[in-house]
């Protein structure tokens, strides 16, 4: 998909179901969110089961880093990305692959709907970064 798409999609889906709260996305589209202990390393991971999403988030992130795992999941299943791969967010991404990217993209694209038109010009990705708890490295791929 491309960048556009992407950004066009998230916007869509906000103004569908008039949240960026990834927990009421997923309930709207009846993917089940399944906390579990994982190791550190892992964020979390989908899994399709028949017609079915499970997104399993690792219980042991703080608020903000469980909101932007479930949006990255959300990102590979709105995205339709292969349904036959688990997606696993990693700690640290070692390969940023295509399909990572546009994930991170969904996210990103996600929380910036909440923003108004006026709050995107006035704030720095710096200050973005902190109003919307994402790293400034995210919010390049939503602006360049
Ligand atoms: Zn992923």
Sequence with gaps: MQKKEIINLAKKIYNKYNTTDPLKIAFNIGCT???SNMPAKIKGYTLKIYRSNLIYIN???NEIETRNTILHELGHIFCKHDENRI???LKTHQVTSKL???ADLFTVAMLINALEEE???RYNLKQLSYMLGISEELLKLYFF
Excluded: A, G, K, P
């Design 59 to 61: 219980e042991n992130l």
């Design 33 to 35: 969110v399944i906390y």
């Design 100 to 102: 990572e990217n546009q």
């Design 119 to 121: 709050e995107l010009e």
């Design 87 to 89: 997606f696993t967010s």
